[in-house]
Every structure is written in structure tokens, then in C-alpha cells.
């Protein structure tokens, strides 16, 4: 913050802003930084947010004063440059955002990947790299010694343009999940750079310049941040955005020391014997001082920084980081020493207090530089060194029992998420990570392991549990967003709940029963071995022209979600109901028994036209009605069940789908139904279950019932071939957006109508269905691969509305 006023001033030639105010927001800004600091360490999300809020109003303040610097200043060639200062005062407002969605949970596991690399990219890149980008223009020849290019500050505008436009658009991409739009952005930024690497390079003269040491830490710096960039473009391109979240992260020490450290030594070895010394005489004996052995330093220095950046071990690395922090004390040392000298009384102002004004510079000269490689001497050690796997001085004597539970950490999750012992029973936890990105698991009152990559493993051994205690994920966020586990001590007469080594098993009879949580289902956890997915496959209509299909209204146990069991309310025992298929003309006999012990239930089939009196009545338990249509229309169509209240009954499971031919429908080479709706978990028809349907907020959301069933036994099919999709949304309160990645559909069918075929030029990304509506789409999958069908509003996809289609060659 104080680079970037500085420089404004100077670049604009404008009045210096009233120091009581920018002390306020310095001052702002220190306590915003150690509130984030504070909370995230002490896994406080309201400290943390208290420090996020105060950095925003801090550099909000910063960015008005800037604004403001702009209005009735003189300007200059490099006035542009001040909107580098800008645009990064609003980065870190984003990033301050991001980092308090992070840290609060509030953003969900499902976007704390995309979030992470969003927050890591607008503030490294926003925050630090443009303002260092922007003060290059000027203080590159100025450490030359050398004229700058009449083309400065034309270019500053359009490498601004690249930078800014590339961030933002990294940064869009990255919140929407969305690779392609990310990467385009870092290549941009990237871009950028490169432009403006090739207007310093052509400023090089050959002859003496005046800090070489300055110079060659600029220009280093320059690399690492342009070779950090092609790095975080191939993670992006080559990897997914959980396995990128954690492969970034091992670029930021590389950026931190190569970028920002070396920054900060090489504008200081220039500006420092500027602002320190009286004279040119004391200046150049200054600027001696700061550049002696810098060629060794420098070298030790990016040493440090490539071993880190390479797979090699850590400690090699941190070891040359660590010659480097040396290294500087002694020039501050030396430094300190040069400064202090006794002058004449006047030498450097009118009662001769030069030294002593020096002093607060030098002091926080020197802090800054060790503290900055410090900082990164501990982030790259960070996981590598874990505590102890041993429980201490835990309380209450043991029964002698000892048992041991696996436990997974997965997908923003911890699996199981809670275990029930005996009192005394002497506990250890095998932990092990199967998630993409480092995890942790820390006991209360007890053991936690290091940070555990993919595949790594640890036990903890809590010794006699005699009290409940509580197990979390310690990174920022991760508690927040769901990653905690509760271990519950009983009264000895059971066996408790969780997955036990070599077994699994899940205790407790409700009418929802398994591994959801508070948030939904556990979509990563298994199927039980029971369970067999619902078929996609829409059978050719039958032959004939009247269809008979008996259906009885019962309640049924079904497994809705990975290990979740539900009473649903059905026709014909699933949900959805079984789908009829016809023609144009065909007749249908509905015969419905009423098979449900104490509830009346009615039906009503969209597809027909007919007085619904009669046929769409509510009858009692053991009455039977016959419900005779005829299909005038071609659509997709939805029954459901006519009885009050009707979003009751068909938010339990009681609605399915009518599938009516269109004239001279084509043969495909496969073809699906997929029914879209919600499920809310709990007693069918409680209190509870009631509020959740009347607030819109569903435990998840479904095809064919099911949550996730197709993402864990996905539709199988062979390149080339064509398929129609037919869907029909039961809401009953949502519709869809049915997209599937990679492929762009060229027949879209919407509510009786064809709105594209396919010898049209256009194409199509979307069926698009409100509640009750329906429709199909086809495409042909172009080469093997496994393609994503999902719900487009994303928070249903992510809670359940999606599926994979696999295509072999």
C-alpha cells in the first residue's frame, strides 16, 4: 500500500495525500492482516471475518485516495501507470472476499477448489504483481541509467489491458469452476508480461548502469514471475481444479521469494542510499555497501528458489533460503553501521538528526526482508513436519479394549463423520487421504496428523476415550466447510457407528437413514452393495394401439443417495413411476390401486385431455380407479399424483413420465429417459420435511430418483453413435438446465415443438425445462471419453443432478 501511494505521487506528480490518514490506513490494514492471521490460526471464522471486513474498508479507502490523487494532479508520461495501483487495490478487495468465503465455509466444499485458486491467483498476481509490473516501467531505466522508451506509455496501457483483462477473466473462471476461461486468462496476464519483458530488454545498454545488483534483481524477478506463469498455465490446462489447487499452491514460496523478495531487494538496493544518503559521496559509499558480494547473494538466492521449485527434498531449498536470510542480516548489519556514523552537527539538516530520521527506514528495511523469507522458510515447511500421533495425558482409565476405525478424508469430507465407542475403549484412527488436495486431521485435546498428500496415511492413537470430543480439518475453511468429525462416547451397550478396518457398516433406522450430513448426502461415499441403479433405457414403444398398465400408490424403502435410505411415496414401488411410451393415438388404461395404509392418493397424466373430476379424484387406501386417455400430442410428458397437498406427493417420490412419439421420429442408436427432481430427506410429510419443501432448500437433487446414481454406474455407449436424451422435469419446485460436456446438441425437441434439427446451421448447449415441462435433445459423441450430464444450475449438479456417459472407441 505504501509502494503504490508512493509511486502515485511521484508518477502523477501529485500532492502528498495528509500522512495522519494514510497512517490510519496503514494502520488498517496491519490490523485487517493479523485479525485474517489470528482467526485462520485459531480456526475463528468470525475473527477472520472481522479481519477480511476491516482489510476491505482499509483498501477501499486506499482506492478512493488513489481515484482522487488522479483530480488536478499534473500528470506525466507514466500517469497511466497509477491505474496498475488501482486495479490491485480492487484485487485484493476480491481477494479479501474470497479469502472470507474460504475461511467461513460459506462458499460449500463443492467451490472451495475453484474459490482457492481464484483467492491465490487475484491476490498474488492482482494485489502484488500488477504494482510491481506498473513501477517496472520507471524504475527499470532508472537503475540502467538510461532514457525511457517513447513507447513506455503506450505500452503500460496495453500491457494493463492484457494483465488486468487476463486476471479478470482467471479470475471469473476459476469462481465458475471453469478451466478453459481460466487458462485463457493466466495466458493473457502471461501475455502481458512478455510485452512488457521485451520493452526492458530492448532498454538495456551496454555500458555501465547505475546498480547492476538492483538491475539483475529486477530482472530475476521478472523470470520467476513469467516462469511461474507458464507453469500455473500447463497446471490448469493438463490438470483438474482440485488437483491444481494443490500443485498452485507449491508455485506461491517460488513467487513469494523469486518474485516479491527479490523486488523488494532490488528497488531497495537502488532507492535506499536515495532516501539515506546526503550527498552523492554518501551515496555511492551506500550503494557499495548494499551491492558487496551481490553477485553471490543473488546467485544463492535463485539457487534457493529453483531447488524449491524443483521435486527435490524441501530441506535443500529451505537450507539456501536460509544462507540468503543470513546473508541479509549482515548487510543490514554492515549497512547499520555505514549509517551510523557521526556526521558534523547540520551535515543533513538544521539540528543534525540525518542518523536517527535513518533509522526507522533501515530498521524496517531489515524486518521486512527477514520476515519475507521467513514467511516463505515456514509455508514451504508447512504439512511437512506433523505432531504427535499420540494422544497425552488423556483422562479415565481404559477397559482394556482397543479398537480401530478407518477414517477417509475425501471430497471436503470425513468419512465417517461420526463414531460411537464405549466409554474406556481405547481408540485409534487410521487416517488416510483420498482427496486431490492435502488434508489434515486434528483430535481435540489430542494427537493430529502432519498434512497428508493423495494416498498418505497416518494413525492417531487416542489412547481411553472417556468424554465426546470433536476431529477437524485445521487448513482455513475446511472445518467450516464440513470436514469435522464427532466422536461420541455411548453407554457401552453398542457397538457404535462407522467403518471399523476391513469393514463398513451404518447404524440407526429413520426414514432417512445413512451417510448424509448436515449439508446433504455424502454423494462421495458408496452405494450400498444391495443397491442397483435405476435404467435409463427408453424401450421402443409397444406395438398395439391400447396400452394396460396397472400402478399401486405404496410406500417404499429406497436407497436416494449413496448409503441414504428414504421412505418414498410411490407408483408402482419406485420413484420415479415406471415411464409409458406411445404414439400419437394410442390409447392408455391406468388402473391405480391405492395400496398406502392410511393415505389417499389420486393421479394426472398430462398427456391426456380429458374432465378431471373423475378420473383425477383421491382414493382411499384398498380403492382402485380406472384413468383412460388418449395421446393427442407428441411430448414428454409428466403424471404425478393429484392429491392435496400436492407438493407433498410428488416431492416423496409420486410423479413419472409419458413418452409420446412425434411423427417420423428417427431411430437412434440409444435412447434415454432421465426424469429431473428434487429430494427432501426426512419423516415424509413432517413438520421438518414440509418447512424445507415450502423454503426451496432440498437435501439434493436427482435423475431418476436418484442422486448421483449415473456418476457411480455411468450409461455406456461407443463413439460415433447417436443418442437421444428425453427429460422431464418433476420439479416440484425446480426445473433444469440439461447440458452435457463436451458435445453440442444438433436436435433440440422443447414442449411439443422442434426448435432445432439437425441440417440447421446452429447448434445447441441447453435443453432448458421448467417444472412439469419436457423434451429431447441428440448429439453424436465425437471419441471415447467419459462425458458429464448435468443440471446446469449448479447447485443442483453439484448436490446430485449429474451423471457421466462413457464412450468407448
Not at 110 to 139: C, D, N, R
Not at 395 to 413: C, I, Q, S, W, Y
Not at 586 to 592: Q, S
Request: charged letters at 15%.
Amino acid at each position: 500500500m505504501v509502494w503504490s501511494e508512493h509511486f502515485a505521487v511521484a508518477m502523477l506528480h501529485a500532492k502528498l495525500p495528509d500522512r495522519r490518514w494514510s497512517d490510519i490506513r496503514l494502520a488498517g490494514v496491519n490490523l485487517g492482516v493479523v485479525g485474517v492471521l489470528a482467526g485462520a490460526w485459531a480456526d475463528l471464522p468470525a475473527l477472520t471475518g472481522a479481519g477480511c471486513a476491516l482489510l476491505v474498508g482499509a483498501i477501499g479507502a486506499h482506492l478512493v485516495v488513489l481515484v482522487r490523487l488522479g483530480r488536478g494532479a499534473l500528470g506525466g508520461r507514466l500517469a497511466p501507470v497509477a491505474d496498475y495501483y488501482r486495479a490491485a487495490a480492487a484485487a485484493l478487495i476480491v481477494g479479501a472476499v474470497l479469502g472470507w468465503l474460504l475461511a467461513t465455509g460459506r462458499a460449500g466444499p463443492q467451490h472451495h477448489s475453484g474459490l482457492k485458486l481464484a483467492h491465490v491467483h487475484v491476490t498474488l498476481l492482482g494485489w502484488i504483481g500488477l504494482p510491481v509490473l506498473g513501477t517496472l516501467f520507471m524504475l527499470w531505466p532508472t537503475t540502467l541509467g538510461v532514457r525511457m522508451s517513447e513507447r513506455t506509455t503506450r505500452l503500460a496501457r496495453h500491457v494493463l489491458g492484457l494483465t488486468g483483462g487476463g486476471l479478470l477473466t482467471a479470475v471469473a473462471g476459476l469462481t465458475a469452476g471453469q478451466w478453459p476461461a481460466a487458462a485463457l486468462g493466466v495466458a493473457l496476464y502471461a501475455a502481458g508480461v512478455a510485452v512488457a519483458a521485451v520493452l526492458f530488454a530492448r532498454t538495456v545498454r551496454r555500458r555501465p548502469v547505475v546498480s547492476a545488483a538492483a538491475a539483475w534483481a529486477l530482472a530475476a524477478a521478472l523470470a520467476w514471475l513469467f516462469a511461474g506463469l507458464v507453469a500455473d498455465l500447463g497446471l490448469l490446462v493438463t490438470r483438474s481444479l482440485t488437483e491444481a489447487q494443490e500443485l498452485v499452491a507449491s508455485l506461491v514460496p517460488v513467487l513469494l521469494v523469486g518474485l516479491v523478495a527479490q523486488v523488494l531487494i532490488g528497488a531497495l538496493t537502488y532507492l535506499l542510499p536515495v532516501v539515506l544518503a546526503s550527498g552523492p559521496s554518501e551515496r555511492a559509499a551506500l550503494r557499495a555497501v548494499l551491492e558487496r558480494g551481490w553477485v553471490v547473494r543473488l546467485a544463492v538466492l535463485n539457487l534457493g528458489v529453483a531447488l524449491v521449485a524443483l521435486p527435490l527434498p524441501h530441506p535443500a531449498g529451505a537450507a539456501f533460503l536460509a544462507l540468503t536470510v543470513s546473508v541479509l542480516l549482515r548487510s543490514g548489519r554492515a549497512l547499520g553501521r555505514e549509517t551510523g556514523r557521526d556526521r558534523p552537527r547540520g551535515a543533513d539538516g538544521a539540528n543534525g538528526t540525518g542518523g536517527a530520521g535513518r533509522r526507522p527506514a533501515l530498521w524496517g528495511t531489515a524486518a521486512g526482508a527477514v520476515l519475507t523469507v521467513l514467511a516463505v522458510l515456514v509455508a514451504n515447511s508447512a504439512g511437512k513436519t506433523g505432531g504427535s500421533d499420540t494422544a497425552a495425558g488423556t483422562a479415565g482409565g481404559g477397559t482394556g479394549v482397543t479398537r480401530t476405525v478407518a477414517v477417509t478424508l475425501v471430497g471436503m469430507r470425513i468419512r465417517p463423520d461420526r463414531i460411537e465407542v464405549d466409554a474406556g475403549t481405547a481408540l485409534r484412527l487410521k487416517v488416510t487421504n483420498t482427496d486431490a488436495q492435502r488434508h489434515d486431521l486434528k483430535v481435540e485435546d489430542g494427537p493430529a496428523t502432519p498434512m497428508l498428500a493423495k494416498g498418505d496415511s497416518r494413525v492417531l492413537d487416542l489412547g481411553p476415550v472417556t468424554e465426546d470430543r470433536e476431529a477437524w480439518c485445521t487448513l482455513p475453511g475446511h472445518r467450516a466447510a464440513g470436514m469435522n468429525l464427532d466422536i461420541v462416547v455411548n453407554d457401552g451397550t453398542g457397538a457404535g457407528s462407522g467403518e471399523e478396518a476391513g469393514h463398513t457398516g451404518h447404524d440407526g433406522h429413520a426414514s432417512a437413514s445413512g451417510t448424509g450430513t448436515d449439508d446433504g448426502p455424502d454423494l462421495a461415499a458408496d452405494f450400498s452393495t444391495a443397491w442397483r441403479p435405476r435404467s435409463a433405457d427408453l424401450a421402443p414403444a409397444p406395438g398395439g394401439t391400447v396400452h394396460r398398465t396397472e400402478l399401486r400408490a405404496a410406500r417404499t424403502d429406497s436407497e436416494v443417495a449413496p448409503g441414504v435410505t428414504q421412505q418414498m411415496w410411490t407408483f408402482g414401488g419406485t420413484a420415479p413411476g415406471p415411464t409409458l411410451h406411445g404414439r400419437i393415438g394410442d390409447v392408455f388404461e391406468i388402473t391405480l390401486i391405492n395400496d398406502d395404509p392410511s393415505m389417499g392418493h389420486g393421479i394426472d397424466f398430462h398427456a391426456g385431455s380429458l374432465a378431471p373430476d373423475k378420473p383425477m379424484r383421491t382414493i382411499e387406501p384398498g380403492e382402485r380407479l380406472l384413468y383412460r386417455f388418449r395421446a393427442e400430442k407428441a411430448g414428454a410428458w409428466l403424471y404425478h399424483c393429484s392429491t392435496a397437498p400436492m407438493l407433498q406427493h410428488i416431492g416423496n417420490g409420486m410423479y413419472g413420465a409419458v413418452i409420446i412419439d412425434p411423427p417420423g421420429l428417427k431411430k437412434v442408436d440409444h435412447a434415454y429417459a432421465l426424469v429431473s427432481s428434487e429430494l427432501y430427506l426426512g419423516t415424509p410429510g413432517s413438520t421438518a420435511q414440509v418447512a424445507k419443501m415450502r423454503r426451496n432448500e432440498p437435501d439434493a437433487w436427482a435423475f431418476n430418483g436418484v442422486a448421483a446414481q449415473y456418476a457411480k454406474r455411468p450409461l455406456k455407449v461407443r463413439a460415433g453413435e447417436r443418442v437421444r436424451f428425453w427429460v422431464v422435469a418433476a420439479g416440484p419446485r425446480n426445473g433444469i438446465a440439461f447440458h452435457i460436456v463436451g458435445t453440442v446438441f444438433d436436435t433440440v425437441y422443447k414442449e411439443g415443438v422442434h426448435l432445432l434439427r439437425p441440417d440447421d446451421p446452429g447448434g445447441a448447449q441447453v435443453l432448458d425445462l421448467a417444472p412439469a415441462q419436457g423434451g429431447f435433445v441428440e448429439t453424436t459423441f465425437p471419441e471415447a471419453g467419459h462425458y458429464a450430464f448435468v443440471d446446469h444450475d449448479m447447485r443442483h449438479a453439484e448436490a446430485g443432478a449429474l451423471g457421466t456417459v462413457e464412450v468407448v472407441e
